[in-house]
Nanobody
């Protein structure tokens, strides 16, 4: 089992940047595929990005590709989401999640562990 705690959210102007962090408990962090998801007000939660166990593979939602970068530091049990060129449409609660499957995935149902979320608000 793994516990996840996100941080780094906040209020930023359009065009700005934020870096989210997700710290994981436990000694088996490197055995999990990690993902970031987000949920905007009144909308369903959606996939943002995923990264493989040792960080060699990544995959992004079309809406963030080229602006967001997911990375991980297995020595620090932490996954990051660098968000650049933020837009008001990026406003949401951002969640990190851990999956025990081998491959990267965008499927929410394949993530067994979730953090509590961190709010990102982008003003226009």
């Amino acid at each position: 089992q793994v516990q996840l705690v996100e941080s780094g959210g906040g209020l930023v102007q359009a065009g700005g940047s934020l870096r989210l962090s997700c710290a994981a408990s436990g000694r088996t962090f490197s055995s999990y595929t990690m993902g970031w998801f987000r949920q905007a007000p009144g909308k369903e939660r959606e996939f943002v990005a995923t990264i493989s166990r040792i960080g060699g593979y990544t995959y992004y939602a079309r809406s963030v590709k080229g602006r967001f970068t997911i990375s991980r530091d297995n020595a620090k049990n932490t996954v990051y989401l660098q968000m650049n060129s933020l837009e008001p449409e990026d406003t949401a609660v951002y969640y990190c999640a851990a999956s025990g499957i081998v491959t990267i995935t965008r499927e929410e149902d394949e993530y067994a562990y979730w953090g509590q979320g961190t709010q990102v608000t982008v003003s226009s």
